[in-house]
């Protein structure tokens, strides 16, 4: 599998249309074998990539959140899948109440973020749309339980940095985290480099 198997050309037409030329990143991380199969079967199974939101409140605070089954002291911006033979707009409404309860926000596609994980002598791809929402408002309310949201809270957009060192500092001793959080930390570099200022 490559890239372009997981991207549609026309979405892409579509999204430049809309919201203009964007910019994209490409990352190779190197993964350990556990990751990877995660990866695969989620890419090969049940998505083709996801929406990353950032969703801001009116005091320019980013929202983010946390699982209990994520290591003690990380928060990071919500995601959510795009299913094979699913729109991103449609994903992006759908996770958006999903997570949040959010139906009414204005967003602005920031662009994409794609990803090849490797480990020996397999490579898997993957893909990130990165979404800034405004126009919100109140406070979320998790929709579908399965989320397993523990918490959110609101941060300064200048903490996506300070997030993006946390992941990446996950250590090793937290089974399965580790690439999954230098793998997490990559959008929000990339967002904190889109909206900071």
């Given at each position: 599998m490559?890239?372009?198997?997981?991207?549609?050309s026309g979405?892409?037409?579509?999204?430049?249309?809309?919201?203009?030329?964007?910019p994209r990143r490409h990352h190779r991380l190197a993964v350990g074998s556990e990751h990877i199969e995660w990866w695969a079967d989620k890419v090969l199974n049940d998505r083709r990539g996801e929406v990353v939101l950032a969703v801001q409140g009116n005091s320019g605070?980013?929202?983010?959140?946390?699982?209990?089954?994520?290591p003690p002291g990380i928060y990071?911006?919500?995601?959510?899948?795009?299913?094979?033979g699913e729109g991103v707009a449609t994903a992006l409404r759908r996770e958006v109440y999903?997570?949040?309860?959010?139906?009414?926000?204005?967003?602005?596609?920031?662009?994409?973020?794609?990803?090849e994980f490797h480990c020996a002598d397999c490579c898997l791809p993957f893909v990130s749309y990165v979404y800034l929402l405004t126009g919100i408002k109140?406070?979320?309310?998790?929709?579908?339980e399965e989320e397993e949201i523990s918490a959110f809270r609101w941060a300064p957009v200048s903490e996506l940095a300070v997030m993006?060192?946390?992941?990446?500092?996950?250590?090793?001793?937290s089974p399965g985290f580790r690439d999954w959080g230098r793998?997490?930390?990559?959008?929000?570099?990339?967002?904190?480099?889109?909206?900071?200022?």
């Open positions: 490559i890239l372009d198997d997981l991207l549609n979405e892409i037409v579509e999204l430049e249309r809309l919201y203009g030329s964007f605070e980013v929202l983010l959140h946390t699982k209990s089954s994520y990071r911006l919500l995601s959510g899948g795009v299913s094979w999903e997570e949040t309860g959010y139906q009414t926000f204005d967003e602005q596609f920031l662009g994409l973020v794609s990803y109140g406070q979320p309310v998790v929709q579908d993006a060192a946390a992941l990446r500092s996950v250590p090793e001793d793998f997490r930390a990559l959008a929000h570099d990339f967002l904190f480099a889109r909206i900071k200022g």
